[in-house]
């Protein structure tokens, strides 16, 4: 039972738009949200988190927004560059219960086009 | 230098070697973890500990078993390698110290494992 699911295995978009990634869970003891980066050949990069008692994050171009009624966390990047091409990961952990594992959704390939 | 590095980056062994992957790590947290990456799917935990003298089994720790040397070393071993052990592993660290991000967790290289 996938308990983080990211539904969109690929996204195109153009250089300067937004770009929306989105990430579904079902494990209601999920407290704490994060997003990774992995480019071809290296390890996952840590992006950007959020805490369930937040319902945004903002870093720089990077914002995540969590809506804990529906169960369901987004990644937009906005302006979108052709760097930010690469797989990303959504990954949730239930820190209030004690858990500190992560469990990871299967990725969204994004690319971005110049 | 890289906080979190893993040796081999890459191995081709055949079924029934016995074959261990290495993780040190300089970033001095106390938390380590090992995953597997097939292709297509997210990261799956095999086992992780929390310090030295604390080993526990993730989701799919059969056929694997791992050793935490000191605070900054932590080895996977798979004593007896069959081809659905082919696979990216990923060695991780997190930061359990007071104020410390322990839901943060950074992540090596990664070594591409081939079973023939």
């Known amino acids: 039972d996938q308990q983080v699911k990211q539904n969109s295995p690929s996204l195109s978009v153009q250089e300067g738009r937004i770009s929306i990634l989105n990430c579904d869970y079902t494990?209601?003891?999920?407290?704490?949200f994060l997003w990774y980066k992995k480019y071809p050949a290296e390890g996952p990069t840590f992006l950007i988190s959020?805490?369930?008692?937040?319902d945004k994050n903002e870093d720089g171009r990077f914002t995540v927004f969590l809506n804990k009624s529906a169960k369901h966390l987004s990644l937009h990047i906005v302006p979108s560059q052709p760097g930010d091409s690469a797989v990303y990961f959504c990954?949730?952990?239930?820190?209030?219960?004690?858990?500190?594992?992560?469990?990871f959704g299967k990725g969204t390939k994004l690319s971005v086009i110049p | 230098d890289a906080d979190v590095t893993q040796t081999p980056r890459n191995r081709i062994t055949k079924t029934g070697k016995r074959i261990m992957l290495e993780c040190s790590q300089t970033?001095?947290?106390?938390?380590m973890y090992w995953y597997r990456q097939d292709p297509g799917l997210g990261l799956q935990l095999i086992y992780y500990?929390?310090?030295?003298?604390?080993?526990n089994k993730g989701e799919i720790s059969d056929g694997y078993s791992v050793s935490r040397q000191a605070q900054a070393k932590f080895s996977l071993s798979l004593e007896s390698a069959i081809p659905n052990q082919t696979a990216l592993y990923f060695c991780?660290?997190?930061?359990?110290?007071?104020?410390?991000?322990?839901?943060?967790?950074?992540f090596g290289p990664g070594t591409r494992l081939t079973v023939l």
């Open positions: 959020i805490s369930s008692i937040k």
């Open positions: 970033k001095g947290h106390d938390r």
């Open positions: 990954a949730a952990s239930a820190s209030g219960a004690g858990s500190y594992q992560l469990t």
């Open positions: 494990n209601s003891m999920f407290d704490y």
């Open positions: 500990s929390f310090d030295v003298k604390d080993i």
């Open positions: 991780a660290t997190s930061d359990a110290s007071p104020g410390g991000k322990t839901d943060t967790q950074y």
